[in-house]
């Protein structure tokens, strides 16, 4: 008679592998025929046992995007257009005196919105323009002066929108997460085989899923608030710490 047996396991976290593992244990008799505990067929195969874990291991950021831009005012479209694209060029000057490359450089926006009479929805009383852009700072060190002297130069005009930290090259912090993963699930498979008075077999198939996106940082300015100094003191820039995290589902036969 075929027996079926299944555990879910909530999440459990440790100091170096944080494993949340769903787990599911699949005992017959060898003639391949299987039964849910509800009657119906179960999607895995018979004699195996398919476990998820997760490896979580932490890295210093190497990289600081910078989401800023330009807004500005004027009577007419091309007034606001020229004063805007004298500011990004400006801007993208003072950029490139603290080495930033033009790769790292990208036009992310731009947008041309009138100014309605408050009092006639049909009459226009002027045009505003916003020009934004992407920056990638490599050389954290620098990122301070960087962005305060990128503000500097658009003056008034000057946006910011944001920053965000990231690790440009994670091969090595993903294959130590990956280890931690598949050591994780396969310590839970031995422990669940065990349990069914059985031992593992083969990998009969492995997959996974990774996550590294970047972690945004809150950061705003808006210089019109203030007359722009002669002098801008750096942004403090700290990049602390990311984690990388590799989420591996592995099933093994039952010897």
Same mark, same amino acid.
């Given at each position: 008679?075929?027996?079926?047996?299944?555990?879910?396991?909530?999440?459990?976290?440790?100091?170096?592998?944080?494993?949340?593992?769903?787990?599911? =244990?699949?005992?017959?008799?060898?003639?391949?025929?299987?039964?849910? /505990?509800?009657?119906?067929?179960?999607?895995?195969?018979?004699?195996?046992?398919?476990?998820?874990?997760?490896?979580?291991?932490?890295?210093?950021?190497?990289?600081?995007?910078?989401?800023?831009? +330009?807004?500005?005012?004027?009577?007419?479209? /091309?007034?606001?257009?020229?004063?805007?694209?004298?500011?990004?060029?400006?801007?993208?000057?003072?950029?490139?005196?603290?080495? +930033?490359?033009?790769?790292?450089?990208?036009?992310?926006?731009?947008?041309?919105?009138?100014?309605?009479?408050?009092?006639? /929805?049909?009459?226009?009383?002027?045009?505003?323009?916003?020009?934004?852009?992407?920056?990638? =700072?490599?050389?954290?060190?620098?990122?301070?002066?960087?962005?305060?002297?990128?503000?500097?130069?658009?003056?008034?005009?000057?946006?910011?929108?944001?920053?965000?930290?990231?690790?440009?090259?994670?091969?090595? =912090?993903?294959?130590?997460?990956?280890?931690?993963?598949?050591?994780?699930?396969?310590?839970?498979?031995?422990?669940?085989?065990?349990?069914?008075?059985?031992?593992?077999?083969?990998?009969?198939? +492995?997959?996974?899923?990774?996550?590294?996106?970047?972690?945004?940082?809150?950061?705003?300015?808006?210089?019109?608030?203030?007359?722009?100094?002669?002098?801008?003191?750096?942004?403090?820039?700290?990049?602390?710490?990311?984690?990388?995290?590799? /989420?591996?589902? +592995?099933?093994?036969?039952?010897?």
């Amino acid at each position: 008679m075929n027996r079926t047996v299944r555990r879910t396991l909530i999440p459990v976290s440790a100091a170096a592998v944080v494993g949340g593992i769903v787990t599911t =244990l699949i005992v017959g008799n060898g003639s391949g025929a299987v039964v849910a /505990n509800d009657g119906g067929p179960a999607t895995p195969a018979a004699d195996t046992v398919s476990v998820s874990g997760v490896g979580l291991v932490t890295g210093t950021p190497d990289v600081l995007r910078l989401s800023m831009g +330009v807004q500005t005012t004027g009577s007419t479209v /091309n007034t606001a257009l020229n004063q805007a694209n004298q500011d990004i060029t400006k801007i993208t000057e003072a950029l490139k005196k603290h080495g +930033v490359a033009d790769k790292d450089i990208q036009t992310s926006g731009l947008s041309i919105n009138p100014h309605w009479d408050q009092n006639s /929805n049909s009459h226009i009383t002027g045009y505003d323009v916003s020009e934004s852009m992407t920056v990638q =700072l490599r050389k954290l060190t620098d990122a301070g002066s960087a962005i305060s002297d990128a503000a500097a130069a658009g003056g008034n005009d000057t946006r910011i929108d944001g920053v965000s930290f990231d690790i440009e090259d994670n091969t090595a =912090l993903l294959n130590l997460a990956r280890d931690a993963a598949f050591a994780d699930a396969k310590a839970k498979a031995e422990e669940y085989a065990k349990l069914a008075g059985r031992s593992l077999g083969k990998v009969s198939q +492995v997959s996974e899923t990774t996550d590294t996106a970047p972690q945004p940082v809150p950061f705003a300015a808006n210089m019109a608030a203030a007359p722009a100094a002669k002098v801008a003191s750096p942004v403090p820039v700290s990049a602390g710490s990311q984690q990388v995290s590799v /989420n591996t589902s +592995v099933v093994w036969t039952l010897n």
